[in-house]
């Protein structure tokens, strides 16, 4: 779609279709596409992929508009849904100050003749811009003492931070992904059970996983089906697609072979080799959302901190297999304060306080999955033993038939770097795996329905927690191909086709890592190969040391910036504390966000 410039809008124009952004109060406008004519001077500063929605830092500067300046494809679904990721945004100040070099693809339309620029350079242009930005703003700030000149100087270097994390949130960790046909905030089965809804797709979506829901609010409130075209639910999670081949013949062939991009086999036959599509879709929740030791727990509503659920998807010909697994944080009020490499954790609340919220998180995880297995991998000994026991007692409070407890320390079982013994827990919960079933759906409709799912934890709910899940799935999946009859019964998954699975889950791994710790994951080696090496032990301490460093230095303002997308309140309280205190502004920023 073209992105025009006028006096008083920036307007977005695609067909018919035309989206006035105002440049005087950041409100959104739906308009037709020849009401073009009576803008004043426009001019066309290129082509962008959507829209992502507005953004406010701080309730004295002017509204951003998020647009979606590139994208990349993931991948097709089954039923030839693209899936895309975003990969750079285009961001645009709602005031009369004038947009920076933005590296748009130019249209050809109304650029004729002219050449798109061979490369788009991420990092120094965009510093460039936010110091161009910023510069503007700094000469119309009237000053007219030295107090409001430091105040003024202060403010603008808070919110050249807070826009710098925002741009690096959205395309270092490409952790957002869309899908304008396909639902990727819903299951298989939820999208089953309303396949009749004639809703438009951003009306169906899970409210969990809808992360730029008040992004768009303007939109969303307008009522009529002419927004539907505007509005892009976006996720923050992960996802992948791979086509596997089942050939007993080949070997891996890791000279050959990307971690990042397997390669596909392109001369099998499927009559000879059958062939099955595998993805795996991350949902992060909106909810309790940021940054590891500045979200920990749950919250006065039920939610936790880190929630992600996590669908395997096998399609083979008409038939489709979903399997879906959840994690989260102990919900419980806990927290680990301090400026240590590794704080020791500490209860919030009484065991009697937190009757009540532990209640209202499993409440609704029962409402919407109907029956729980908690697998516990914290630490029975030690430092964790404070959080596992909590939780521990408040299921025993909570005494429901569909929650099911099993504690796995992990640590202790996998002593000496043998992950493999992680085999001793998928062994121990087979019969529990097999009576859960998955969801099975062909062209007729629903053949069976997965009932219920493993909540799968550790203390944060990344690297312990990753490759349990993976083993799992693992499980889940052998008996799926198994029953379609793509695999033999009584074969494992072929050499190849086991590295690609591997590797997809380690990236999964490192991706919901990234977006709550800052690195890639821990132990991802095991993950990846199926071995625990001392290459990467030591990966581990350079990854935990750069945890430490982020946690430190930089989380607070990536927790503000989460804070501004889902409107709340500390993020105001943050810039207000900088205002008033500038001098403390950074550590009253990190006791805000938590």
């Known amino acids: ?32 596409a020849t009401d073009l004519l009576l803008a004043w001077n426009p001019i066309c500063l290129g082509l962008v992929e959507g829209v992502i929605g507005k953004i406010q830092l701080h309730s004295d500067l002017p509204w951003w508009l998020i647009l979606i300046r590139q994208k990349a494809l993931v991948g097709k679904l089954p039923g030839d849904h693209e899936v895309c990721k975003v990969t750079k945004i285009a961001v645009l100040s709602l005031s009369e100050m004038e947009p920076q070099d933005l590296e748009l693809e130019l249209c050809k339309k109304h650029h004729f003749g002219i050449n798109k620029p061979e490369k788009i350079i991420p990092s120094p242009d965009d510093s460039k811009f936010l110091l161009k930005t910023f510069t503007h703003i700094k000469s119309n700030v009237s000053a007219p003492n030295k107090k409001k000149v430091k105040e003024s100087k202060e403010k603008e270097k808070l919110e ?16 957002f992904y869309y899908s304008l046909t396909y639902d990727l905030t819903n299951s298989v089965q939820r999208q089953s059970a309303g396949e009749r809804d004639p809703c438009p797709l ?19 409130e307008i009522g009529t089906p002419d927004v539907d075209f505007w509005i892009i639910p976006i996720i923050q999670g992960f996802v992948q697609i791979e086509e596997l081949v089942v050939n007993y013949n080949e070997s891996s062939d890791d000279e050959k072979s990307s971690p990042e991009t397997p ?21 992060r929740s909106r909810h309790r959302a940021g940054m590891r030791y500045k979200r920990r727990g749950v919250d006065k509503n039920g939610n936790v901190a880190n929630y992600v659920e996590t669908e395997q998807l096998i399609h083979v010909h008409n038939h489709t297999l979903s399997f879906i697994q959840t994690r989260g944080s102990v919900p419980v009020f806990w927290s680990q304060v301090g400026y240590r490499y590794n704080p020791r954790p500490r209860l919030d609340r009484s065991e009697k306080d937190t009757v009540a919220y532990f209640c209202a998180h499993f409440e609704e995880q029962l409402k919407i999955y109907k029956k729980q297995v908690i697998i516990n991998l914290v630490d ?8 596992g026991d909590a939780y521990l007692k408040q299921v025993l409070l909570f005494n429901n038939s569909h929650l099911t407890y099993v504690s796995f320390d992990f640590h202790e079982h996998c ?71 793509v695999m033999p019964p009584e074969q494992p998954l072929p050499v190849k086709c086991n590295r690609i699975y591997q590797i997809m889950w ?14 890639a994951a821990l132990k991802g080696d095991f993950t990846r190969t199926g071995e625990r090496k001392l290459a990467g032990v030591m990966k581990d301490g350079v990854n935990s040391a750069n945890r430490y460093y982020l946690n430190r230095f930089k989380d607070a303002y990536r927790q ?35």
Request: with cysteine.
């Open 202 to 220: 951003w009306q169906k979506v899970d409210d969990r996983f809808f992360w730029n829901k008040y992004m768009i609010q303007d939109l969303t």
């Open 380 to 387: 029975q000994a030690g430092r964790e033993k404070i959080i």
């Open 506 to 519: 380690a990236n999964n791994g490192d991706s919901i890592s990234r977006q709550y710790a800052g690195t």
């Open 560 to 594: 503000a910036v989460i804070a501004s997308l889902m409107l709340l309140t500390e993020m105001w309280m943050c810039c207000y504390c900088f205002l008033t205190l500038p001098t403390t502004w950074p550590i009253m920023m990190m006791k805000l966000t938590k």
């Open 1 to 32: 779609m073209e992105l025009f410039q006028a006096k008083d809008h920036y307007i977005l124009q695609q067909d018919e279709r035309a989206l006035w952004c105002s440049r005087r109060d950041g409100s959104l406008h739906l308009r037709p």
């Open 263 to 283: 390669p596909q086999e392109s001369t099998c036959v499927d009559d000879i080799h059958p062939r099955f599509l595998v993805a795996l879709i991350s949902r």
């Open 415 to 485: 002593r000496g770097m043998k992950f493999e013994n992680v085999q001793t827990l998928t062994d121990a919960i087979y019969d529990i795996i097999l009576d859960m079933k998955w969801c099975w759906v062909d062209q007729a409709g629903v053949i069976c329905k997965q009932e219920g799912i493993f909540r799968v934890n550790c203390m944060d709910c990344l690297d312990r927690t990753n490759v349990v899940q993976a083993a799992i799935a693992r499980v889940v999946m052998e008996q799926q191909l198994k029953k379609l009859g």
């Open 160 to 175: 050249r931070r807070l826009l710098e994390e925002l741009l690096k949130m959205f395309m270092d960790s490409e952790s």
